[in-house]
């Protein structure tokens, strides 16, 4: 039987091995409330990401290696800080809800932030600030869905997550839109709503998620070695890359994030080559949150039967797809809908995947390694593809995008994992 740990341990859940009970198949408290506070955190972060791309190159006149720049920043610092989050989350019994705190605490102060900036060396430090509130978050908070989990639901849980995620997602660009059709100093209110918003978020962390030390760990899901000693450390951390399955993993995650066009180049894609005006530019984003809603969590419970490493590379074939869409000038709808199923098929995914290679007192750790290698990855591709595009043009820029993306997949098949599960 699946329980819930009231202690708020650092396994703030575990399975009952005591006695028998049913087969787990409800979702633990722990990854409710956890996708409540991503929820309310993402429609603060999506209003912002909804009109940023706009802001700064129509409004501020950056040219696309400009853009790719910043976007670079936004995603090369939260791979920066993973490991450093992940690794202080494992340490003393688990401070998994700590580490999170002061990273949804971190982004939250930058929104009302970049009401003050109008330079690209501000506006880019402020976003520093905030993808290194992302890092320090993301691996503790995903270890926590995990460890609150049964192994054989952990697609599911992170579903039912990455669809609350999600929803946030998909409110956040239309609440920016509706701002910007009703105030006079559109951007300026954007932010600053969104800044009230992201301290929302933090506030249901810290009432209502279940954290600390009090609580006895939970027992490993997977066998502890001589990598995984009982006192985490960050020597121990890397070591987890000596596991076959964790090694593959983080190189196939980096592989294919090298391929992958960042959200805001696909939007400023659709715009440019499909002539959508700028006065819907903040509702591209509510297409690809649509489908990444409705598809999560069907995606995810099917990861747990077929294999989550089968998954995850279909994701990336629909992401070839949306791009194959967009060099053909295809609907826009049907590119948002690729794009969307491609983060439902990835997303949780390769975390429920990274979550089996790894022991519970190294969760937080072992998940920052397969994170970081895919967002330094997603980095490098931000600032080619803004290069590219700035050199050659969109579409030259796209198809040697696709070709990337074919061949890394085609390197990933056989590189995958020994454990398709």
Not at 203 to 212: R, S
Request: hydrophobic share 50%.
């Amino acid at each position: 039987m699946y329980v819930a740990d009231s202690r708020g341990g650092a396994g703030t859940g575990v399975r009952d091995a005591s006695r028998p009970g049913p087969r787990a198949t409800a979702v633990a408290p722990t990854v409710l409330v956890l996708g409540t506070v991503s929820l309310i955190t993402d429609v603060s972060s999506e209003m912002v990401t909804a009109v940023l791309p706009l802001y700064l190159v129509a409004g501020l006149g950056l040219s696309p290696l400009g853009f790719g720049l910043l976007d670079g920043v936004y995603n090369g610092f939260s791979a920066l800080v993973r490991l450093v989050g992940g690794h202080l989350a494992d340490r003393g019994g688990g401070r998994h809800k700590a580490v999170a705190a002061v990273g949804y605490g971190l982004s939250a102060v930058c929104k009302p932030a970049l009401l003050l900036v109008h330079s690209l060396p501000l506006i880019g430090a402020v976003l520093a600030v905030d993808r290194t509130g992302k890092g320090l978050r993301t691996a503790p908070r995903d270890a926590l869905i995990s460890l609150s989990s049964a192994p054989e639901t952990r697609g599911r849980a992170f579903g039912v997550h990455r669809a609350m995620d999600t929803a946030g997602a998909l409110l956040g660009p239309l609440v920016a839109f509706l701002i910007l059709r009703q105030a006079a100093e559109g951007y300026d209110a954007v932010f600053t709503v969104s800044s009230c918003v992201a301290a929302l978020g933090v506030l249901v962390l810290l009432l209502f998620v279940p954290g600390g030390r009090g609580g006895p760990p939970a027992p490993a899901t997977t066998p502890a070695s001589a990598d995984s000693p009982a006192a985490p450390s960050l020597r121990a951390s890397l070591a987890l890359l000596r596991r076959r399955d964790v090694r593959r993993l983080t190189v196939c995650a980096t592989l294919l994030g090298l391929s992958t066009v960042s959200d805001s180049f696909v939007y400023l894609l659709l715009q440019h080559r499909l002539g959508v005006p700028d006065r819907w530019f903040a509702l591209l984003p509510l297409g690809t949150a649509a489908a990444f809603l409705l598809l999560a969590l069907p995606l995810g419970r099917l990861a747990d039967r077929m294999g989550r490493w089968r998954m995850f590379l279909a994701g990336h074939v629909a992401l070839l797809a949306a791009y194959g869409l967009l060099l053909a000038h295809g609907p826009a709808y049907a590119v948002l809908l690729l794009h969307g199923a491609f983060y439902a098929a990835t997303d949780g995914v390769l975390m429920a995947a990274a979550s089996t290679a790894v022991p519970d007192e190294l969760r937080g750790a072992g998940l920052a390694l397969v994170q970081t290698g895919q967002a330094t990855a997603r980095f490098a591709a931000s600032l080619a593809f803004g290069a590219a595009w700035t050199a050659w043009g969109d579409r030259t820029a796209l198809t040697t995008a696709a070709l990337a993306l074919t061949v890394c997949a085609v390197c990933a098949v056989y590189l995958r994992p020994a454990q398709s599960k």
